[in-house]
C-alpha cells in the first residue's frame, strides 16, 4: 500500500472551504508538500511546509501539520470551480525523494 | 522560462516492444527525476540524477529500464522490453539541487501497451 494516504474524493460547492486530509508514516520526513495535477497536464506545486513547522497560510490556501499524529491537512478558503483537480501529498527525506498518495479528487460544484 | 519538457506526449506500442522517452529539464536544473504514474496512483520514483550522476534508482525495475543524462542536461528513460504493466503516465521533472523544496514537472508522456 501507499506510505501516504488520501481520501480519493471530495466534493464542495463553490465558496465554501476544502479541506483536502493526508496521513504520512515516516517520521524523519523533512518537507511535506501538496501538489495540484489538471487534467492532461503535469504536477504544480501548491505549497509545501517544513517538518519543524505546525502551519503555513499562503493567501487562500492554509496547510497544518500535525507532527505526532503524522497528519497534513489543505485547506482551500473560498473555493472555486477552477480548483476542481486532483491534490496530491508528498513527502521527502532525502535528496528531494518525494513519496506521493493516490491523490483526491476535488470537484467544485456551483 | 520555459518549463520541463517533454516527448511524445502520447505512444501506443504492442507488449515486447521498446519505446524512449525525451526529456530536456529548466535551463540550469542540475537534478532531474523520473516518474511512473499509473492511473489512479501517485507517481513514483524512478530514477535521480544529480547532474549526469545517479542519486537514486533503486525503484527502477532494471532488466527492463533504463535511463541515461550523458552530458548532465536532457534525459532519455528506455523500457525494452515493454509489459502491459508499463502502461502508465512517465513524468520528469527537475529542480535547481537535490535538496531544493521545489519540482518542477513536465506534462508527461501517456505510455499505453497492448
Known amino acids: 500500500g501507499e506510505d501516504v494516504e488520501q481520501s480519493l474524493f471530495l466534493s464542495v460547492r463553490e465558496g465554501d472551504s476544502s479541506v483536502i486530509n493526508c496521513t504520512y508514516t515516516?517520521?524523519?520526513?523533512?518537507?511535506l508538500y501538496w501538489y495540484k495535477q489538471e487534467p492532461g497536464a503535469g504536477l504544480q506545486l501548491l505549497t509545501y511546509i517544513f517538518s519543524n513547522m505546525d502551519m503555513k497560510q499562503d493567501q487562500r490556501l492554509t496547510v497544518l501539520l500535525n507532527k505526532k499524529d503524522k497528519h497534513l491537512s489543505l485547506r482551500i478558503a473560498d473555493t472555486q470551480t477552477g480548483d476542481s483537480a486532483i491534490y496530491f501529498c508528498?513527502?521527502?527525506?532525502?535528496?528531494?525523494?518525494?513519496?506521493f498518495g493516490a491523490g483526491t479528487r476535488l470537484t467544485v460544484k456551483p | 522560462e520555459a518549463g520541463v519538457a517533454q516527448s511524445p506526449r502520447y505512444k501506443i506500442i504492442e507488449k515486447r516492444q521498446s519505446v524512449a522517452f525525451w526529456c530536456n529539464p529548466i535551463?540550469?536544473?542540475?537534478?532531474l527525476y523520473w516518474y511512473q504514474q499509473i492511473l489512479g496512483q501517485g507517481p513514483k520514483l524512478l530514477i535521480q540524477?544529480?547532474?549526469?550522476?545517479?542519486?537514486?534508482d533503486s525503484q527502477l525495475p532494471k532488466d527492463r529500464f533504463s535511463a541515461e543524462r550523458l552530458k548532465g542536461v536532457d534525459s532519455t528513460l528506455k523500457i525494452q522490453p515493454a509489459k502491459l504493466e508499463d502502461s502508465a503516465v512517465y513524468l520528469c521533472a527537475s529542480s535547481w539541487g537535490a535538496q531544493n523544496t521545489e519540482a518542477f514537472f513536465g506534462q508527461g508522456t501517456r505510455l499505453t501497451v497492448v
Open positions: 515516516d517520521s524523519s520526513s523533512t518537507y
Open positions: 535551463s540550469g536544473h542540475a537534478t
Open positions: 540524477f544529480q547532474n549526469n550522476g545517479v542519486v537514486d
Open positions: 508528498a513527502e521527502s527525506i532525502r535528496n528531494n525523494d518525494m513519496r
